[in-house]
């Protein structure tokens, strides 16, 4: 059995017919887990149920972006995330638009908001790292290599 301490690295969520399966890997390694759902108000992706739920709002907690900290070009955004794929970003009087989406069973964000301001940075092919109910940590991967993370904090 190996060893449980270590960075475990998300493979794969698949939800199908209720049912949840998450599996991790590290080196050869692998670890599952797996639930039934009950019969919920949830559309069957982990992803957007997070983000929608009771209409809430999240916030960018961290972006780091080719090693360099960026987090504090993001303080005051409230995030809202709509069933219908839009995405608003909003801080003080002024209010970005944009879209967003859920790919590869909950694995992947996408994120556009086609704008010339600094919410274009969150304009990626995200790679879902974690969801909880609190906070969504996701990486921009490219040829292998982590170039930026993003961390959203729910409000």
Same mark, same amino acid.
């Not at 005051?76 to 069973?105: C, D, E, P, V």
């Given at each position: 059995?190996?060893?449980?301490?270590?960075?475990?690295?998300?493979?794969?969520?698949?939800?199908?017919?209720?049912?949840?399966?998450?599996?991790?890997?590290?080196?050869?390694?692998?670890? =599952?887990?797996?639930?039934?759902? %009950?019969?919920?108000? !949830? *559309?069957?992706? +982990?992803?957007?149920?997070?983000?929608?739920?009771? #209409?809430?709002?999240?916030?960018? =907690?961290?972006?780091?972006?080719? %090693?360099?900290?960026? !987090? *504090?070009?993001? +303080?005051?955004?409230?995030?809202?995330?709509?069933? #219908?794929?839009?995405?608003?970003?909003?801080?003080?009087?002024?209010?970005?638009?944009?879209?967003? *989406?859920?790919?590869?069973?909950?694995?992947?964000?996408?994120?556009?908001?086609?704008?010339?301001?600094?919410?274009?940075?969150?304009?990626?092919?995200?790679?879902?790292? *974690?969801?909880?109910?609190?906070?969504?940590?996701?990486?921009?991967?490219?040829?292998?290599?982590?170039?930026?993370?993003?961390?959203?904090?729910?409000?």
């Amino acid at each position: 059995m190996p060893e449980f301490n270590g960075t475990w690295k998300l493979s794969e969520i698949e939800r199908e017919f209720g049912e949840v399966e998450i599996e991790f890997y590290i080196g050869d390694d692998e670890l =599952s887990f797996y639930s039934t759902c %009950g019969s919920g108000n !949830t *559309s069957g992706d +982990t992803l957007s149920d997070t983000f929608i739920t009771e #209409n809430s709002a999240w916030t960018v =907690s961290s972006f780091v972006d080719e %090693g360099f900290n960026e !987090t *504090s070009a993001f +303080t005051g955004y409230q995030l809202r995330f709509s069933s #219908n794929g839009a995405i608003s970003a909003q801080r003080g009087n002024s209010t970005t638009n944009g879209t967003w *989406s859920s790919q590869k069973n909950a694995a992947e964000l996408i994120i556009d908001f086609n704008t010339e301001n600094i919410l274009d940075e969150l304009d990626e092919d995200w790679k879902v790292v *974690s969801i909880s109910i609190t906070k969504i940590r996701l990486q921009d991967i490219d040829k292998g290599i982590v170039e930026s993370t993003l961390t959203l904090a729910k409000l």
